[in-house]
C-alpha cells in the first residue's frame, strides 16, 4: 500500500551562487509549456546526457515529454520544478523527478537537468536534496539513477549527498544505487527503473 505524499503548500526558495533567488515546487499540469520552453531550450549535451541519446528532439517530441511529466503526476510520480522570476513571467530553469519503481515500491528512480546558463548554480543539489526528503517520507528505501558514464556532473551531486551508494558502469552507462539513511542497500542492481526518457 502506497502513502500518499502531502503537496508542498508553498514554494520552498533559496538563493543560487549568483545570488538569484529561485523557488521549487510540485508541477503543475499548467507548467507544461514551460516544460516544453525548458526542454526545448536545453543544448545537444544537455540532452544526451539527460535522456542517454544524442536522437534530435523535434518540437512533438519535446511536447510530448513535457506533458509526461505533468499529466503523469501521482503518489509515485513527483515532478518538482525550480522557477525564476523574469519581470513579470516566472521561467522552468530545472526540473526533477522522483518516479517509484512499479515491481518494489521501496526503490525509485530520480532524473533532473538543469538548463545550461543556471548549471553550477546550486539548483541541482537543492533539487536533489528535495527528492531525497520526498522518497524518504515515502517510505522510499533506495533510490536508482540511470545516466552516461561521462556524466560526471551527476555523479557528483550524488557524492555531495554524502549518502551511501554503490555505482555500476557496464557499456558506457552507469547505474547509480543510493542507500536512504536509516536503510541498507539491500537492492540488486540488476534491473534499472522506469527511463524517465521520452
Sequence with gaps: MHHQREHIPQPLTFRTLR????????????????????LGQLSERARQLRYMSSRHFSAEVIWSEAVRMTRELSPDHTTLVATKQLN????????AELVRDQHDPAVAEIALVVRDDEQQQGIGMFLLRHLVGLAQSSDIRCLSASMLAENSAMLRLIRTLGLPYTATTRYGETQVLISLPGHHAEIAPARSANKLAA
Design 19 to 38: 545570488g538569484q533567488r529561485v523557488a521549487a515546487r510540485q508541477a503543475m499540469e499548467a507548467d507544461t509549456p514551460l516544460l516544453a520552453e525548458l
Design 88 to 95: 513579470e513571467y516566472h521561467e522552468v530553469i530545472a526540473v
